[in-house]
Each structure stands twice: as structure tokens, then as C-alpha cells.
Nanobody, 115 residues
Framework: QVQLVESGGGLVQAGGSLRLSCAASGSIFSIMFMGWYRQAPGKQRELVAVITGGGSTIYADSVKGRSTISRDNRKNTVDLQMNSLKPEDTAVYYC?????????WGQGTQVTVSS
């Protein structure tokens, strides 16, 4: 079993920054990718940014240039630095881990950006 613990969400004004962190623990085999998704009220969950086991990154167009995803392979953590936040970034952000043993989601952390 794998546990994902997220932290770093909160309330921020438009133009501000937040850093989300996700720590994975448990029986983790070869990691295919870790990353962040988000779900706003009334909308489907969408990809924000992911980083593969080889270090390649993928960003949603909506956050590209404003966000940076990074990973610590030794600690099995993944961070998402978000800058120049906009009200439309408001959502619950979920950490996701995919490894050869399965797919896991965190419990989610709320990010609210006020205008």
C-alpha cells in the first residue's frame, strides 16, 4: 500500500505564489510518474503538471510558464511551485503517483485564489 500526504494549500491573493508538496510512503516500486491534478467545482479533474521517472515534465497550457514541478527521488516527494496565481487556479489539488504496483491519489488540498 502507498500513502500520499499533501501540504501547502491555502488562500492567496491573485498574483501570489504557493508551493504544494506531496510525500509518498509505503511499498513503492518503479515510479512511472508523479504529479498534480486539480478539480474545480463543477468541473472534471484535470492535469496540472507531472514529472516522469526519467525526469521529463508535462504541464497544462494553463499553468505553463507560471509553475514548476520538481521531484526528490530519494524522498519520493514531488513539489509544485505556482506563481502569478489567478482566481481560475482555485481548485482542490490532488497528488497522483503511478508506479509498477498501481496508481494512488492523495486526499487533496484546497487552493483558493482571491481576486
Amino acid at each position: 500500500q502507498v500513502q500520499l500526504v499533501e501540504s501547502g494549500g491555502g488562500l492567496v491573493q491573485a498574483g501570489g505564489s504557493l508551493r504544494l508538496s506531496c510525500a509518498a510512503s509505503g511499498s513503492i516500486f518503479s515510479i512511472m510518474f508523479m504529479g498534480w491534478y486539480r478539480q474545480a467545482p463543477g468541473k472534471q479533474r484535470e492535469l496540472v503538471a507531472v514529472i516522469t521517472g526519467g525526469g521529463s515534465t508535462i504541464y497544462a497550457d494553463s499553468v505553463k510558464g507560471r509553475s514548476t514541478i520538481s521531484r526528490d527521488n530519494r524522498k519520493n516527494t514531488v513539489d509544485l511551485q505556482m506563481n502569478s496565481l489567478k482566481p481560475e487556479d482555485t481548485a482542490v489539488y490532488y497528488c497522483k503517483l503511478v508506479h509498477t504496483g498501481g496508481t494512488y491519489w492523495g486526499q487533496g488540498t484546497q487552493v483558493t485564489v482571491s481576486s
